[in-house]
């Protein structure tokens, strides 16, 4: 499988995971946490692949182990990791994946990455549930970083009510549950997945 050069991997991981209780990044599946999987799993599809956080995570035991963009915007959210990928490199798509995705897979990153066009400046898909833009499993084309800034402007830092008022290339997702996320105890509690010691 050739690596894309033209397109960034970006796991994010900076929430604070105030309804779980515990970091979700750290979730363990069968020896190997969220996040670790999130990282290999976009290894495999795209030349480099970074994970985005907050300061005060940098230095945890899991993060370390892998190239880090901070987030350098406060109280936005996954926005905020989005747009400090941008600040890195406005030269590339960015490919945002979240890492509390216990479900997703390289056929949904490998469709997500072939359908993509320079056309339109998002590439996401549609939920399973209400049709609406997945905006945590989407593609942030180049040049797209002045439609988010507008955005911003406005005081709209939610990355779905972007990618719904913007000419998002919307797809149909390869598996219906690959995008369903774990985030609270319940969840957890109906998953496989368990927390790191």
């Not at 907050?54 to 993060?63: I, M, P, T, Y």
């Not at 833009?133 to 402007?153: H, K, N, Q, T, W």
């Not at 797809?171 to 790191?196: K, R, V, W, Y």
């Amino acid at each position: 499988m050739s690596k894309r050069t033209d397109v960034c991997g970006l796991v994010l991981a900076g929430g604070k995971s105030r309804r779980m209780g515990s970091d979700k990044a750290l979730l363990v599946r069968d020896g190997e946490t969220q996040l670790a999987r999130a990282v290999a799993l976009l290894q495999r599809h795209v030349a480099q692949v970074f994970v985005s956080t907050r300061a005060d995570q940098a230095n945890d035991d899991e993060r370390r182990k892998f190239e880090q963009i901070i987030d350098r915007y406060d109280d936005m959210g996954p926005l905020a990791g989005i747009l400090s990928a941008m600040d890195k490199n406005a030269d590339v798509a960015w490919l945002v994946v979240a890492c509390d995705l216990p479900n997703i897979d390289d056929v949904t990153i490998s469709d997500l990455l072939d359908r993509h066009t320079n056309t339109h400046p998002f590439t996401a898909y549609s939920s399973s549930y209400d049709s609406l833009p997945e905006p945590l499993c989407a593609i942030y084309g180049m040049g797209s970083r002045s439609i988010v800034d507008a955005f911003v402007a406005d005081g709209i830092h939610c990355p779905r009510k972007i990618l719904i008022r913007s000419a998002t290339q919307l797809l149909q997702q390869p598996h219906a549950d690959a995008l369903d996320n774990i985030n609270t105890p319940e969840d957890l509690a109906n998953s496989t997945i368990g927390i790191a010691q």
